[in-house]
């Protein structure tokens, strides 16, 4: 375990068996389909990754960076597209991958944006979701994990772009975020 880490939440093991049966729930919900998958970057690549190679349907992948204005831990729902879709949205079935819903607020935002792009259907697919923080009527259709409201990194998620590349979901020590 990486020294910052006091705790680890979910390991490597829970994770790929977890990401094994989303893919193959996406396989069966979009069979014949060519659903648009839209990765939230920077931190649901690995899972985008790890689940898509379980989805045996044919998938298109996009990617989408947004940044939400606010500090290193919290997002203020104030979204700025920082990299768009390359790919046309109307007519669609798009799957939205995210790392974590907090308040709800940058999925919300992403929500609206491809209902106005006229989407054909969107369902969010998430590895984490931390309920505790909603502050938005936003629900997932797939929740990998259930979190504590506890700031978490590791598999994509990061503290100040460190940790992103950690096999697991683990908490911080205090003393690393000056806590
Ligand atoms: P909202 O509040 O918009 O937040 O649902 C989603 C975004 O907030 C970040 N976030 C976290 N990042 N560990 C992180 O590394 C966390 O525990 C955490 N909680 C929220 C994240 O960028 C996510 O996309
Ligand atoms: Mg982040």
Do not use: W
């Amino acid at each position: 375990m990486h020294n910052d880490i006091k705790e680890i939440l979910i390991t490597e093991e829970e994770i790929r068996s977890k990401c094994k049966e989303l893919g193959k729930q996406l396989a069966e919900e979009y069979d014949g389909k060519f659903p648009l998958a839209v990765g939230v970057l920077k931190g649901a690549m690995p899972f985008m990754s790890d689940i898509l190679r379980y989805t045996d349907c044919h998938v298109e992948m996009d990617f989408m960076d947004v940044s939400s204005y606010g500090n290193e831990m919290r997002s203020t729902g104030e979204v700025k597209i920082v990299k768009d879709l390359n790919t046309q949205v109307e007519g669609r079935d798009l799957i939205i991958i995210e790392d974590i819903i907090d308040s709800g607020l940058t999925l919300s935002y992403l929500v609206d944006l491809f209902k106005y792009r006229k989407a054909k259907s969107i369902k969010i697919v998430t590895l984490l979701d931390k309920p505790e923080g909603r502050t938005t009527e936003l629900k997932a259709d797939l929740v990998g994990f259930n979190v504590p409201n506890e700031f978490v990194v590791g598999y994509g998620l990061d503290y100040v772009e460190k940790y992103r590349n950690l096999p697991y979901i683990g908490v911080l020590k205090p003393e690393v975020y000056g806590g």
